[in-house]
C-alpha cells in the first residue's frame, strides 16, 4: 500500500483565499482524522471521521475550516477564508483494524500571507 | 479531556548511550498508548505501542514501560544510533471507545556521533 497520500504538500496563499487540502486513506481502514502542528501548539485533533461520518469536530478551531468525506478514499479540509495564523502543517491520519494504530500522511505545509 | 505532559523536551546523548523519555497522563481511562517519531519534513510514524493489560513492551532497541496506578509510561532507547535523532511524541487515548489521540509536546532527541 502506498500510505495515507495528502495534496499539496506546500501551500502559499494569500490572506482571505480559500484554501482545500485533500487526503486519500489506506485502503480498508474506516477511521480518518485531521491534526495541525505548530510550534505553539504542537500536534491538535481537528476532527475525525468513522465510515465517512464526522465523529468530532470540537478541535476544528472555528467556523472557517470545514472538513468533508465524500468516499471512503477521499477527505477534503477546507479553510475559507484563509488568515496568517492558519499557517501550519495539516497532517491526515488514518486507522482501520482490531489494534487502532494510526499512520500519518506527509503533511500539508500550509503558509498564508 | 485527556492532558498528557511529556519531558524532557530536549535530550542530547552520546551515540551508544541509553535515552529515556516520560509521559504522564490525566485520564485513568486511557488504555492505550503509542509512541510516534517525526523526522524533518516527515508526518509521525508509529514506533511502538502498549496497552493497559501489560507493562512493558520490548522491539529491538526500544521498549516502553506503563505504570497505570501512578499514570505514567516511558520510552527507553538503547544503544542509540545517529539515526534515532528526531522528535518523539508519546500520546494516549481510549481505545475501547474510540482513538482519539492526545499528545505529549514532543521531545527533540540529538545522537550526538
Known amino acids: 500500500d502506498a500510505g495515507v497520500i495528502q495534496s499539496p504538500r506546500h501551500e502559499v496563499t494569500e490572506m482571505g483565499q480559500e484554501v482545500t487540502l485533500r487526503c486519500k486513506p489506506i485502503s480498508g481502514h474506516d477511521y480518518l482524522f485531521w491534526y495541525r502542528q505548530t510550534m505553539m501548539r504542537g500536534l491538535e485533533l481537528l476532527i475525525y471521521f468513522n465510515n465517512n461520518v464526522p465523529i468530532d469536530d470540537s478541535g476544528m478551531p472555528e467556523d472557517r475550516f470545514s472538513a468533508k468525506m465524500p468516499n471512503a478514499s477521499f477527505s477534503t479540509l477546507k479553510i475559507q477564508p484563509s488568515e496568517p495564523r492558519d499557517s501550519a502543517v495539516y497532517f491526515c491520519?488514518?486507522?482501520?483494524?482490531?489494534?487502532?494504530?494510526?499512520?500519518f500522511g506527509p503533511g500539508t505545509r500550509l503558509t498564508v500571507l | 479531556g485527556e492532558n498528557v505532559e511529556q519531558h524532557p523536551s530536549t535530550l542530547s546523548v552520546q551515540e551508544g548511550d541509553s535515552a529515556v523519555i516520560k509521559c504522564t497522563y490525566s485520564d485513568s481511562a486511557s488504555n492505550y498508548f503509542p509512541w510516534y517519531k517525526q523526522e524533518l519534513g516527515k508526518g509521525p510514524q508509529l514506533i511502538i505501542d502498549i496497552r493497559s493489560n501489560v507493562g512493558e513492551k520490548k522491539d529491538q532497541r526500544i521498549a516502553v514501560t506503563l505504570n497505570k496506578t501512578a499514570k505514567h509510561f516511558s520510552l527507553h532507547i538503547t544503544e542509540t544510533q545517529p539515526e534515532d535523532s528526531a522528535v518523539y511524541f508519546c500520546a494516549a487515548s481510549r481505545a475501547s471507545n474510540d482513538y482519539k489521540l492526545s499528545f505529549g509536546a514532543g521531545t527533540t532527541v540529538t545522537v550526538r556521533a
Open positions: 491520519a488514518s486507522s482501520g483494524g482490531p489494534r487502532g494504530e494510526q499512520f
